[in-house]
């Protein structure tokens, strides 16, 4: 069945550094991915979606690519802030939606 | 456009009582999905309503049942409440449901504490 692995956390970076977490999905159809921000208290919120290969998703300096050769949708941000301290969900959508277990971030001044 | 609500926000009960809990999805949404979070399990699905007909379900034991209505508001409720179903209840809205371009958008959650 489908599935989606992300990295282990927590990840602790300084303000300003560079941020990757790492997603992999297992999908048998086309599915479309997501990554989705959960802060403390809170419901999810979208972050960012891509629907077919090579697709990029970004928004508020974060991106993802689709990239199906390596079935991969690994989440970027150049510069971190405090404010980005969160769990982040990945995700696929082939029908039913499937979530990745979390990763959660902690951002130091 | 007002957001995907969910009613009450916390909840606590004791073992062995019921509970219901509310969802209004995005205005026009037909489809509704509830999931179950944990520290330990994550994010579970727990099941969809389309057009006030369960789509899917997840695997979860009888006890844990819901509804939809006409208006696409849909309700859970569970019965004989145990000290594991102590989690936050999430329901997430989505425009059709089964199109893989589609997303949720998902609620605050109700936080319920079984005690």
């Known amino acids: 069945g489908n599935s989606v692995t992300q990295m282990e956390g927590p990840v602790t970076l300084s303000e300003e550094a560079f941020l990757t977490i790492n997603c992999t999905y297992t999908?048998?159809?086309?599915?479309?991915l997501f990554w989705y921000v959960q802060y403390p208290g809170e419901g999810l919120q979208l972050l960012l979606k891509a629907t077919k290969a090579d697709d990029k998703g970004s928004n508020k300096g974060f991106e993802a690519t689709y990239r199906k050769e390596t079935t991969s949708f690994h989440l970027e941000k150049g510069s971190v802030q405090v404010s980005d301290s969160a769990v982040y969900f990945c995700?696929?959508?082939?029908?039913?939606?499937?979530f990745g277990a979390g990763t959660r971030l902690t951002v130091k001044p | 456009k007002a957001g995907v609500t969910q009613t009450p926000r916390y909840l606590i009960k004791t073992r062995g009582q019921q509970v219901t809990l509310s969802c209004s999805p995005i205005?026009?949404?037909?489809?509704v999905s509830w999931y179950q979070q944990t520290p330990g399990q994550g994010l579970q699905f727990l099941f969809e309503?389309?057009?006030?007909?369960?789509?899917n379900k997840g695997n979860f034991p009888g006890r844990f049942s819901g509804r939809q209505f006409s208006n696409s508001r849909s309700e859970m409720n569970v019965s004989t409440l145990e000290l594991g179903d102590s989690a936050l209840y999430l329901c997430a809205s989505s425009s059709a449901g089964y199109n893989p371009t589609d997303t949720q958008y998902f609620g605050p959650g109700t936080r319920l504490t079984v005690l």
């Open positions: 995700a696929l959508r082939d029908g039913d939606m499937r």
């Open positions: 205005s026009g949404h037909r489809s």
């Open positions: 999908a048998t159809g086309y599915p479309s």
């Open positions: 309503y389309f057009s006030e007909t369960q789509r």
